[in-house]
T-cell receptor, first 111, second 116 residues
Framework: SQQGEEDPQALSIQEGENATMNCSYK?????LQWYRQNSGRGLVHLIL?????REKHSGRLRVTLDTSKKSSSLLITASRAADTASYFC???????????FGAGTRLFVKA | KAGVTQTPRYLIKTRGQQVTLSCSPI?????VSWYQQTPGQGLQFLFE???????NKGNFPGRFSGRQFSNSRSEMNVSTLELGDSALYLC???????????????FGEGSRLTVL
């Protein structure tokens, strides 16, 4: 079963707009990560936030983590057509050796 | 530094056959994880190896097996293939650690298996 669930399942925006994706998870975690996947390709790691962190930035990406609500959000600012991809949250459960992925959000950025 | 390499990239098999997929991790990475990705089930964890030991296994039938060699390269095998095994199989490596924490995963491009 999947640990994380993303919301929305799909998102379509205009270039230049911001895109926000949310992720909820079920169990205690060591960290939460966001990955990107272009159609049919491998996943690329975007950012990792540890359970004792609340917010993290990397370029146009901003990630927040609320462990009390077991939720995270990924904000992509000033989106570009090249940001069109699927985005997955992934969690590393406490005491585990596996990273569990959510169902993903498909983002489409219109030029 | 070379990335994660998966072979073959594409393959077609028929029901009942078996298949072996290979993964070469990034040099120095000792942990290798395998995932199955399908449109209906998303990314499902298969297993994770560290220093030739399977540390965790997902909820898949015994037809799915894997191993890791002393050079950290890994293989997974699926026997008695079923139509539902058609998927993109992704391998990911990480430096790994002796402890339970997990970190960034580096993915290969995947092996796309079609079962007819």
């Amino acid at each position: 079963s999947q640990q994380g669930e993303e919301d929305p399942q799909a998102l379509s925006i205009q270039e230049g707009e911001n895109a926000t994706m949310n992720c909820s998870y079920k169990t205690s975690i060591n960290n939460l990560q966001w990955y990107r996947q272009n159609s049919g390709r491998g996943l690329v790691h975007l950012i990792l936030i540890r359970s004792n962190e609340r917010e993290k930035h990397s370029g146009r990406l901003r990630v927040t983590l609320d462990t009390s609500k077991k939720s995270s959000s990924l904000l992509i600012t000033a989106s570009r057509a090249a940001d069109t991809a699927s985005y997955f949250c992934a969690t590393g459960p406490t005491g585990g050796f596996k990273t569990i992925f959510g169902a993903g959000t498909r983002l489409f950025v219109k030029a | 530094k070379a990335g994660v390499t998966q072979t073959p990239r594409y393959l077609i098999k028929t029901r009942g056959q078996q298949v072996t997929l290979s993964c070469s991790p990034i040099s120095g990475h000792r942990s290798v994880s395998w995932y199955q990705q399908t449109p209906g089930q998303g990314l499902q964890f298969l297993f994770e190896y560290f220093s030739e030991t399977q540390r965790n296994k997902g909820n898949f039938p015994g037809r799915f097996s894997g191993r890791q060699f002393s050079n950290s390269r890994s293989e997974m095998n699926v026997s008695t293939l079923e139509l539902g095994d058609s998927a993109l199989y992704l391998c990911a490596s990480s430096p790994g650690a002796g402890g339970a924490t997990t970190g960034e995963l580096f993915f290969g491009e995947g092996s796309r298996l079609t079962v007819l």
